[in-house]
Nanobody
């Protein structure tokens, strides 16, 4: 069984910084793309940033230049450094990963339980 556990959500003032982490555990052969999504109240879940196994990152336009995604393949972790936070960044942030559980397994997409980020004015 694969689990994704996020940490690092908090209440922060606008202009501040937070660092989110996600640890993947369980039966893992290979982790492909890892990413962070967010869902604000009343809105659909959206992709914030993702990073593939080679370290190539993608960012949604609204966070470019402020957020940095990184991964530690040895520890099965992905991080999201968030700087210059804005009230519109307030959301539940979810970790997501495409995982192969065995050499001959298909890729399965997994989600974490989410961590709350609140940015006050």
């Amino acid at each position: 069984q694969v689990q994704l556990v996020e940490s690092g959500g908090d209440l922060v003032q606008a202009g501040g910084s937070l660092s989110l982490s996600c640890t993947v555990s369980g039966s893992i052969f290979r982790i492909n793309t890892m990413g962070w999504y967010r869902q604000a109240p009343g809105k659909q879940r959206e992709l914030v940033a993702d990073i593939n196994a080679s370290g190539v990152a993608f960012y949604v336009d609204s966070v470019k230049g402020r957020f940095t995604i990184s991964r530690d393949n040895a520890k099965n972790m992905v991080h999201l450094q968030m700087n210059n936070l804005k009230p519109e960044d307030t959301a539940v942030y979810y970790c997501n990963a495409d995982i192969e559980e065995g050499r001959w397994s298909t890729t399965v997409n997994y989600w974490g339980q989410g961590t709350q980020v609140v940015v006050s004015t």
